[in-house]
């Protein structure tokens, strides 16, 4: 099959590899479309230690089963991999299980390939209405959705309002997810100027520059979708008393909290990693019945134009929150 490797900072090869064998219980999926990820970037340039080249990236997935008792179904993949006995996975936090994988990080290989071999319990067959490329968003979507849900069981019910940071596909994804549980009151925040006009515009969001936030505006629920000091300094100076941050982004790994405000006030701080299979699951769901929007906020390149798609990316040239790439 044709793949495109990470070959080292800055480095991607389109090139040959060995077709992978599916393990028992595990399906080969014909992948046809693949998202790049912020994460997909931060290993690109380097700044990943869990993503050593070289290695295979991608992990935003949907395609053809081509074996196993699925054969034929197209489907969506849930790339995250869980032993299924631990407690978390007992508990319904498999999301936590101490051996988890993730296609994309060894020892498995990710999706900006051909073929990708996968357990079937992680297959999502989708609707004759539903495209490739449309089920491809439900992993980034995911994170958004787990997300909200968290911060929706502390905030209880009542009307609320939310603040996301972050106009790339994990930020739309919570935007699209408060809004799909109930929350409509939604601000986005998004410091590049053509795509805060593409969200605006093609998306139905309301954005703003993050200067344009005033410094005395409060939320009940905000959505760190970026995961930089600055980022998180602005979640703990506009979260409400008694409000909560949940934090999907790994920008930076430290700095921005306002611990002493969010002890006086009482804000609580999620950190979250993406998804339980549950979480997956609803979140596919709720794109299946067009819950979340139109899905149409992706801009497609061919998989041998992967490396293009990366520099263009880095340097701010793509408005849409989401690159597809097409094996």
Same mark, same amino acid.
């Given at each position: 099959?044709?793949?495109?490797?990470?070959?080292?900072?800055?480095?991607?090869?389109?090139?040959?590899?060995?077709?992978? $064998?599916?393990?028992?219980?595990?399906?080969?999926?014909?992948?046809?479309?693949?998202?790049?990820?912020?994460?997909?970037?931060?290993?690109?340039?380097?700044?990943?230690?869990?993503?050593?080249?070289?290695?295979?990236?991608?992990?935003?997935?949907?395609?053809?089963?081509?074996? !196993?008792?699925?054969?034929?179904?197209? $489907?969506?993949?849930? +790339?995250?991999?869980?032993?299924?006995?631990? +407690?978390a996975c007992r508990s319904g936090r498999d999301n936590?299980?101490?051996? &988890?994988?993730? %296609?994309?990080?060894?020892?498995?290989?990710?999706?900006?390939? !051909?073929?990708?071999?996968?357990?079937?319990?992680?297959?999502?067959?989708?609707?004759?209405?539903?495209?490739?490329?449309?089920?491809?968003?439900?992993? +980034?979507? @995911?994170?958004?959705?787990? @997300?909200?849900?968290?911060?929706?069981?502390?905030?209880?019910?009542?009307?609320?309002?939310?603040?996301?940071?972050?106009? !790339?596909?994990?930020?739309?994804?919570?935007?699209?997810?408060?809004?799909?549980?109930?929350?409509?009151?939604?601000?986005?925040?998004?410091?590049?100027?053509? &795509?805060?006009?593409?969200?605006?515009?093609?998306?139905?969001? =309301?954005? %703003? @520059?993050?200067?344009?936030?005033?410094?005395?505006?409060?939320?009940?629920?905000?959505?760190?979708?970026? !995961?930089?000091?600055?980022?998180?300094?602005?979640?703990?100076?506009?979260?409400?008393?008694?409000? $909560?941050? =949940?934090?999907?982004?790994?920008?930076?790994?430290?700095?921005?909290?306002?611990?002493?405000?969010?002890?006086?006030?009482?804000?609580?701080?999620?950190?979250?990693?993406?998804?339980?299979?549950?979480?997956?699951?609803?979140?596919?769901?709720?794109?299946?019945?067009? &819950?979340?929007?139109?899905?149409?906020?992706?801009?497609?390149?061919?998989?041998?134009?992967?490396? @293009?798609?990366?520099?263009?990316?880095?340097?701010?040239?793509?408005?849409?929150?989401?690159?597809?790439?097409?094996?």
């Amino acid at each position: 099959m044709k793949a495109l490797v990470y070959i080292g900072p800055e480095g991607l090869e389109y090139r040959d590899m060995a077709d992978p $064998v599916p393990a028992e219980g595990e399906a080969l999926i014909r992948v046809e479309s693949v998202g790049i990820c912020g994460s997909d970037m931060h290993a690109w340039l380097g700044h990943d230690e869990r993503r050593p080249a070289p290695l295979v990236l991608g992990h935003e997935a949907a395609g053809v089963v081509l074996s !196993g008792t699925m054969k034929g179904q197209r $489907v969506t993949v849930n +790339p995250l991999v869980t032993c299924g006995t631990c +407690p978390a996975c007992r508990s319904g936090r498999d999301n936590l299980c101490a051996t &988890r994988q993730i %296609i994309s990080m060894p020892p498995r290989e990710g999706a900006f390939a !051909g073929l990708l071999a996968m357990p079937e319990r992680n297959l999502v067959p989708l609707p004759d209405h539903v495209t490739t490329h449309q089920a491809a968003l439900a992993e +980034p979507i @995911a994170c958004g959705w787990h @997300a909200v849900r968290l911060g929706r069981a502390i905030l209880g019910n009542g009307p609320q309002r939310a603040l996301v940071l972050g106009g !790339g596909a994990i930020g739309l994804g919570a935007a699209l997810s408060l809004a799909a549980q109930g929350i409509s009151d939604v601000t986005m925040v998004e410091p590049h100027a053509t &795509r805060c006009a593409y969200l605006s515009l093609r998306c139905d969001q =309301v954005v %703003i @520059a993050p200067d344009a936030l005033d410094p005395s505006e409060r939320f009940d629920i905000i959505v760190d979708g970026v !995961g930089f000091e600055t980022t998180r300094a602005q979640a703990s100076a506009h979260a409400r008393p008694g409000g $909560v941050i =949940v934090h999907i982004g790994l920008g930076q790994s430290a700095g921005g909290l306002d611990i002493r405000r969010m002890t006086l006030q009482e804000i609580t701080f999620i950190g979250t990693y993406t998804y339980t299979s549950q979480d997956f699951r609803d979140c596919a769901q709720a794109m299946f019945d067009g &819950r979340l929007g139109a899905l149409d906020w992706i801009e497609e390149r061919p998989l041998n134009d992967g490396a @293009a798609a990366f520099a263009d990316i880095r340097a701010g040239r793509v408005s849409s929150p989401k690159i597809v790439l097409v094996p």
